[in-house]
């Protein structure tokens, strides 16, 4: 089988299924096989492996992950793809189709069914209409997920990945680092995908942690304390916590509480580390009155 994931092995499969582009679905196919090669390598993909494939579209990156894995299982929405795809992969062994928006899919039981006591990595050029949903949903569900290289867009890509201070630095970036440690693999221009879409992208690798980063007594209140402190990134931690309210402390007592717990009333949300966050929400647990 030609490579799919060229400008030519991609017109000559849509040309023959008459196949016409979904706006909706975000479709953009992978059509450079340097950025596919990129993604194979930062995935880490072995024959030991399980992969869990979201939106395979024509088959691009499906048909370089069936070569590399023990296993692979994709899911795609569109009905129109999925002849295309068993028509191309119906034969494999090492191959499972599934018709599903992924959003709606059960991932705890299909792992287990498909992969029993071994954990999984998540590879796939995401439809960027709903990459958040679709991240959060991996990192959150308590999965068995060994790692997630994902294509995104290359604005959201940086801001998963940020440094604290950092302008892209956001409460999404301290969700991701909570659960993974997130790594940009590398930089995919527009034009490497049919249709070209209006943005530049990014290869995105997070690892799942094995054990818990931070020791935190709870968890809710951690990210209201961190959503909280971006509401408004331009102000005091005092001043936007208290805005919030959610904390349920009065002024001086919180600003007694920051100040004591190291972290300070005057500093900013964009300031701490996951860590600090963390400190921060244990002292508060502990210290309120
Ligand atoms: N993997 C292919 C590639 O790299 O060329 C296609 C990537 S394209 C950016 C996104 C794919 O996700 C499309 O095939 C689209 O139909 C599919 N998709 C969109 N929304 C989906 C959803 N909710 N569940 C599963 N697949 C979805």
Same mark, same amino acid.
């Given at each position: 089988m030609d490579k799919i994931a060229t400008p030519e092995g991609t017109k000559a499969i849509l040309n023959k299924y008459s196949f016409v582009f979904r706006k909706k679905f975000g479709q953009n196919f992978l059509i450079d096989p340097h950025v596919l090669d990129e993604i194979i390598y930062a995935s880490e993909i072995t024959k030991e492996d399980c992969v869990l494939e979201i939106g395979p579209g024509i088959g691009s990156v499906t048909q370089e992950l069936i070569k590399h894995a023990g296993k692979v299982i994709a899911v795609e929405i569109d009905k129109m793809l999925i002849p295309i795809l068993e028509k191309q992969f119906g034969e494999v062994q090492n191959f499972k189709l599934i018709h599903e928006d992924i959003l709606k899919v059960d991932l705890k039981k299909l792992i287990e069914e498909e992969s029993p006591g071994k954990r999984i990595k998540v590879v796939a050029n995401l439809p960027y209409y709903i990459t958040t949903p679709i991240i959060m949903a991996l990192l959150e569900d308590?999965?068995?997920?060994?790692s997630i290289t994902v294509m995104v867009q290359k604005e959201v890509a940086q801001r998963l990945a940020a440094p604290p201070g950092s302008k892209q630095y956001g409460a999404i970036t301290l969700a991701v680092n909570y659960y993974a440690k997130p790594h940009l693999a590398a930089d995919v221009p527009r034009n490497c995908f049919m249709p070209s879409p209006n943005v530049d992208s990014a290869v995105l690798k997070m690892t799942l942690n094995k054990e818990p980063v931070v020791a935190i007594n709870n968890t809710k209140q951690l990210f209201r304390i961190i959503k909280a402190a971006f509401a408004q990134r331009r102000k005091t931690l005092l001043n936007t916590l208290m805005a919030n309210g959610e904390l349920n402390l009065s002024k001086e007592a919180l600003k007694q509480l920051l100040d004591e717990s190291g972290? !300070? #009333?005057?500093?900013? !949300?964009? #300031?701490?580390s996951l860590q600090d966050f963390a400190s921060l929400s244990n002292y508060i647990d502990e210290h309120r009155m």
């Open positions: 308590e999965l068995s997920i060994e972290i !300070g #009333a005057t500093t900013r !949300g964009e #300031a701490l």
